[in-house]
């Protein structure tokens, strides 16, 4: 693991602003907790990589919004995309269609990305055998009911009923696939499950 101790100003950062999700019979204070300084971590890392960037571009491929998507009701400001890439400029993580975010939101999608490739890079891209795969998935897979709860809630605030019903629906899934691969004995066959699903 790489040895890396996140500043507790930016722990605390995530703590307060991040989303995050919770396994049956984890406490979701060490859950909330252990999201933080992860995603802390993730953030020192990156900052402390001088071959890795991350780039914000816009991203209007979809133009109109309240067209092509359900729960707009009006065109967002900004729609960008954010990248996370080597010095060889290979693309590493990125997430699009990323709408009216502000320094706060950029700065956790920015974490989010880096933590995923830290992860992947600690775990050595193969992971040893099922078991972690399990672990690792289930580690993702909270990150992201999280996440959808969040944006559930913001559209739910900004009027965006399809959207946040959708958002919901994303995080029952997860929420789904989590308590089919919490606490099992056979991770080879959840394995196969759920490879076909994420």
Not at 26 to 47: H, M, T
Not at 145 to 166: E, V
Request: charged share 30%; aromatic share 8%; with cysteine.
């Amino acid at each position: 693991m790489t040895d890396i101790t996140p500043d507790p100003a930016a722990v605390k950062f995530f703590a307060d602003y991040a989303p995050f999700s919770y396994a049956h019979g984890e406490d979701p204070d060490v859950a909330r907790a252990e999201q933080a300084y992860n995603l802390a971590r993730a953030e020192a890392w990156l900052k402390s990589r001088d071959d890795l960037r991350i780039d914000w571009a816009d991203d209007w491929d979809v133009q109109d919004h309240v067209a092509e998507f359900d729960g707009y009701d009006e065109q967002p400001e900004t729609c960008e995309f954010a990248s996370l890439t080597n010095g060889n400029v290979d693309v590493l993580a990125s997430l699009g269609c990323i709408d009216d975010a502000d320094a706060d939101a950029k700065r956790l999608i920015e974490a989010e990305l880096a933590l995923g490739v830290m992860d992947a890079e600690e775990e050595d891209v193969a992971l040893p055998d099922d078991r972690d795969r399990v672990a690792y998935t289930l580690r993702r897979l909270n990150i992201w009911a999280g996440n959808f709860a969040t944006n559930a809630k913001t559209y739910q605030a900004q009027g965006r009923h399809d959207a946040a019903s959708q958002a919901l629906t994303r995080e029952r899934d997860c929420r789904d696939l989590i308590k089919m691969l919490d606490g099992s004995e056979d991770a080879s066959i959840l394995r196969l499950k759920f490879d076909g699903v994420l």
